[in-house]
């Protein structure tokens, strides 16, 4: 779902002519290594090792970034689902009942829970069915960083 999340906001600043001032001119911290956290989640021998360095490497990246629209949202964000994750053995919960109901493939950073609890709280159990009928199953740390995404592609920083 993020990947719509992005491609909205990305048509609406090029829409409203903001690409040029919300993405290009920006001071960013160490940019470059944003891909590194979403590779290191990639490789599955040793998932444990990985997964708490890449939402390590991840959040110190946003942190480092906070002065960019929208990134203190995607830290929240980000450190909901990690802490989540983290909690049920780096794998983010789902609902079970949501996922037979939508036909959503759990794969290996999913794990199902048959009926709401604590632990599922920040997972994955907010259900999103979009106009064209795909549907997702989405935290509320989710949330914080659709609406982070939307901050940083849409607002223009005042200058200084």
């Known amino acids: 779902?993020?990947?719509?999340?992005?491609?909205v906001a990305f048509l609406l600043s090029l829409l409203t002519k903001r690409i040029k001032h919300v993405v290009m001119e920006r001071n960013y911290k160490?940019?470059?290594?944003?891909?590194?956290?979403?590779?290191?989640?990639?490789?599955?021998?040793?998932r444990e090792i990985w997964m708490p360095l890449s939402f390590a490497m991840l959040i110190t990246l946003l942190i480092l970034n906070k002065h960019i629209p929208g990134f203190k949202l995607i830290t929240?964000?980000?450190?909901l689902n990690s802490f989540v994750m983290m909690i049920n053995?780096?794998?983010?919960p789902v609902l079970k009942s949501l996922a037979e109901k939508f036909e959503l493939p759990i794969g290996m950073r999913h794990v199902l829970v048959d009926h709401?609890?604590?632990?599922?709280l920040l997972g994955d159990w907010i259900p999103v069915v979009l106009p064209?009928?795909?549907?997702?199953?989405?935290?509320i740390g989710d949330i914080f960083v659709y609406i982070g995404v939307f901050l940083f592609l849409l607002k223009v920083e005042k200058k200084q």
Not at 76 to 79: L, S, Y
Not at 116 to 120: C, E, P, S, W
Request: proline share 7%; aromatic share 26%; hydrophobic share 60%.
């Open 1 to 7: 779902m993020i990947v719509y999340v992005f491609a």
């Open 30 to 46: 160490f940019f470059y290594l944003f891909p590194v956290p979403f590779i290191l989640q990639m490789i599955t021998p040793y």
């Open 76 to 79: 929240i964000g980000t450190v």
């Open 89 to 92: 053995g780096w794998k983010m």
């Open 116 to 120: 709401f609890n604590l632990k599922l």
């Open 132 to 139: 064209w009928k795909e549907a997702y199953i989405i935290s």
